[in-house]
């Protein structure tokens, strides 16, 4: 088995009010994903628990690359109006986002999430995101499986 880590991506924002989920369950269950940004630092995936959302640019490349455990869906995007008073270039410059959506199995996947919604990579899988902007989320070493 390889070395997995776990990723606690940006926190640049939250579920905005389009977002359907199930609370009852714990992680909530994210049915549609609304992502509201309040700022943003440029990472290249972001989150808001327990979903994570990546950049058109890096979905295309892990798709390229052929990592496994994830699939990719629509997001709706919206930025506070105190982000875009206060934060006019970063607010300018989202860019396109999709909603990363970790299906894989724990240790023979790329990418999964555990029951408490934490999500996991592969080191392949970390080889690749840390070509793109990954510098304020926070990356553990788990070990094999």
């Known amino acids: 088995m390889a070395t997995a880590y776990t990723l606690r991506p940006e926190v640049a924002g939250g579920f905005g009010p389009q977002s359907e989920l199930d609370t009852s369950k714990h992680p909530p269950v994210v049915n549609r994903l609304h992502y509201e ?7 290249d995936i ?20 052929g990592l ?3 699939q990719f869906g629509d997001v709706v995007v919206t930025k506070d109006p105190q982000f875009e008073r206060f934060f006019p270039d970063q607010a ?17 996947s790329d990418f999964w999430q555990d029951e408490k919604g934490i999500l996991y990579v592969s080191e392949r899988a970390l080889n690749l995101l840390r070509r793109f902007n ?8 788990v070990g094999s499986g």
């Open 37 to 43: 940004f309040a700022g943003w630092l440029g990472d």
């Open 46 to 65: 972001v989150a808001t628990f327990p979903s994570s959302i990546v950049t058109e640019e890096l979905a295309q490349a892990i798709a390229k690359e």
């Open 68 to 70: 496994t455990g994830v």
């Open 92 to 108: 300018a410059a989202l860019p396109k986002w999709r909603w990363l959506r970790p299906v894989g199995k724990p240790h023979v």
């Open 134 to 141: 990954l510098q304020h989320g926070r990356i553990g070493e």
